[in-house]
């Protein structure tokens, strides 16, 4: 490191000491929990020296970021002997990752703090200048990449590699709402704040030296004190229940205003600190959520930077605010007594019991009248089987029918809200595999009815329409549902009996690029692409998973179809399309040369509902026109709407990857 960035990596240093007050010295109880956490951390760490969520088999680079920067916030030495595995430290391992060298601006950002927090220098480390790839994401109104998210993580990796970011921090100020939160997308997108962007931009503004009595920096926090939940924690918004992230991300955001984050209570008397150590295990490992348990790696990383008392970015050296709270009373889910199971009306019915996709039997003594679906795919087959009426809340992706889109939404897909379920006062809940077992076996604690489906071939699909009609008292329309659905799957194997082999075309289905995420065996898309007359080129692929650009190339295929709607926004549905049309290393495609790359409703391909067959249909007419008339993109109807792209992307990454267990 040349002497200017050596004299301005010390200042930064000497800087963060002064803006992040006390020692990182705290209560038994925080102590305990940190220490218990380093040795989760430490239990996890692969031989490649990066750290490795439970049952992925993959070292992962998001997890070691977070795993690194918490070492430091403890007072650890990630290049030490206690965190070297197989001769390989963290910085080995973010060195030789393929995935290291991201071109996101995140990524890069987090680049650069994680070989700054390891003392190396970022503009030099591993033959690459990651300082000068995230000046170049710099636009001229000052901001990092296009949003509030990109430029606080901007802000981040470029004060701890110790640049001006002036620029930056006068386009953030422009950006705060009125009620002193911060978005994602800035207030030209009318982008309502939320806590982990609010507690992410405070530390973006200290970092750089904004006072911690600034009239922004004071607003921003009176919304944090604002946003916290009941019971002490935070969430991201979008109807998302309390969470560890969320709340993580507030701490340190207290402390970084030298405010004592187990000082700030909730009306009910608990605090963020409360929150944080009632989600830790016995392993030393901490929960998402009080009931869910989802990348516990990452997740107790966050959890020891924030009790640590560090805010971002966390350098060598970095003095910790002294959390002084840490008294929490915990209350497991096996402690909440039963709640009484809802009354509902009495009627003509004969008592039923079904056994659901999981094995699990369900007693329905009474006509179900109070319905509540946690994923679009039951909500779709209840509105086909005619109990529409009887479904009393859903979540916000269940958009289909519009009737559904009416109807009171008690969260997302993978963070189902379990108080607004309970309000909603169901008597019978369809889940699916998605939700959580957690989330799906502590709804059966409360007393609740839950049938869990999981349907993961076309046929599982039929299956799960006849189980709900029958578990609903609607048998007769369901099977008249699913016989109509087998006579037009005949019809389209009949019109194809006579196709040889070798006419059939090869085809692609991606979900996501960057990286391509494509659908191998035992999945829905590769039945569809069957059924329909093709043979899918990624079928070695094991269920959902990722195939590299050069073997993508390898493949080939004849025919590509992408997901479309997924909440893109206004004229973006067709990005994925787009993608592989004007990505110069794909021009060479067969399937790119001959105009054969398809935009699809997401929602028809990717879901095990009584539109699957409109799937089946329109890929039929992409690889066979000839026989099934030229490919129609508007007989789908429009895909349900999400919050933030970004969001979908990340939950439809982690879902994909749970329906491969």
Not at 300 to 308: C, D, G, K, Y
Not at 591 to 613: E, M, S, T
Not at 632 to 653: F, H, N, Q, W
Request: aromatic residues 8%; proline residues 5%; contains cysteine.
């Amino acid at each position: 490191m040349n002497t200017r960035h050596l004299l301005r990596f010390f200042t930064l240093l000497l800087l963060v000491s002064l803006l992040i007050p006390g020692i990182s010295a705290s209560s038994p109880a925080v102590e305990t929990s940190v220490e218990k956490g380093l040795s989760y951390l430490e239990s996890r760490q692969n031989t490649d020296g990066g750290f490795i969520e439970p049952n992925t088999g993959t070292t992962s680079i998001s997890a070691t970021w977070f795993a690194s920067q918490a070492l430091v916030a403890a007072g650890e030495d990630p290049l030490s002997a206690r965190w070297t595995k197989n001769g390989k430290t963290p910085l080995d391992y973010l060195a030789e990752s393929p995935d290291g060298k991201s071109d996101g601006t995140g990524e890069i950002a987090k680049w650069i703090t994680f070989t700054a927090a390891c003392g190396k220098d970022p503009y030099t480390f591993a033959d690459y200048d990651a300082v000068a790839a995230l000046q170049e994401k710099i636009k001229e109104d000052g901001r990092v990449g296009n949003y509030i998210y990109t430029t606080y993580w901007g802000i981040f990796g470029l004060t701890a590699a110790g640049e001006d970011v002036k620029p930056q921090i006068a386009w953030l100020l422009t950006q705060q709402n009125a009620d002193g939160s911060f978005g994602s997308y800035g207030t030209e997108t009318g982008d309502s704040g939320d806590a982990d962007n609010t507690a992410a931009s405070i530390m973006a503004l200290r970092a750089a030296g904004i006072p911690a009595d600034d009239p922004a920096v004071e607003a921003a926090v009176q919304f944090l004190r604002e946003a916290i939940e009941e019971n002490g924690g935070y969430n991201y918004g979008y109807y998302s229940a309390p969470n560890l992230a969320s709340t993580a991300w507030a701490v340190q955001a207290f402390c970084s205003v030298g405010i004592d984050p187990s000082t700030v209570k909730s009306s009910a008397g608990n605090s963020p600190v409360d929150y944080l150590l009632s989600l830790q295990k016995e392993d030393g490992s901490f929960r998402y959520t009080e009931t869910l348990t989802d990348t516990p790696v990452g997740m107790t990383a966050r959890a020891v930077a924030a009790l640590s008392g560090c805010a971002y970015p966390i350098l060598p050296g970095a003095q910790g605010f002294d959390i002084k709270g840490g008294t929490v009373s915990v209350t497991a889910p096996e402690d909440i007594p039963q709640a009484d199971k809802p009354s509902v009306p009495s009627g003509a019915w004969e008592e039923i019991t079904v056994t659901d996709d999981f094995g699990y039997t369900v007693t329905i003594s009474a006509r179900p009248e109070r319905i509540v679906s946690l994923a679009p795919a039951n909500t779709e087959i209840l509105f086909a089987v005619g109990a529409g009426d009887r479904v009393v809340a859903v979540t916000e992706y269940c958009t289909f029918p519009e009737e559904a889109a009416t109807l009171p939404v008690i969260g997302g897909y993978s963070t189902i809200n379990i108080e607004r379920i309970v309000a909603a006062n169901p008597d019978l809940i369809f889940a699916y595999h998605g939700n959580g077992e957690e989330n799906i076996n502590y709804l059966k604690h409360l007393g609740y009815n839950v049938i869990t489906l999981n349907a993961d071939s076309i046929a599982g699909t039929l299956h799960d329409i006849r189980l709900v009609g029958e578990a609903v008292g609607c048998t007769e329309t369901a099977e008249k549902l699913v016989s109509d659905m087998e006579v037009r799957l005949s019809a389209v194997s009949e019109k194809l009996a006579g196709v040889p082999e070798s006419e059939k075309p090869t085809m692609v289905h991606s979900m996501w690029t960057d990286p391509l995420w494509v659908s191998g065996n035992h999945t829905f898309q590769n039945e569809v692409i069957q059924y329909a007359g093709g043979i899918n080129a990624v079928v070695t692929t094991e269920g959902w998973g990722i195939v590299t650009l050069e073997k993508f190339l390898l493949i080939d295929p004849d025919i590509i179809f992408v997901d479309t709607g997924m909440g893109m926004g206004e004229g973006a549905q067709d990005v994925l399309k787009n993608y592989f049309l004007t990505e110069p290393r794909l021009s060479t495609l067969t399937a790119v040369q001959n105009g054969h790359v398809y935009a699809v409703n997401a929602d028809i391909i990717d879901r095990g509902g009584p539109r699957l067959v409109d799937g089946v249909e329109a890929i039929a007419s992409i690889a066979h026109p000839e026989i099934f008339g030229e490919y129609e993109p508007d007989r789908s109807t429009v895909s349900s709407p999400a919050p933030v792209l970004g969001i979908i992307a990340g939950l439809a990454a982690v879902y994909l990857w749970k329906r491969k267990e």
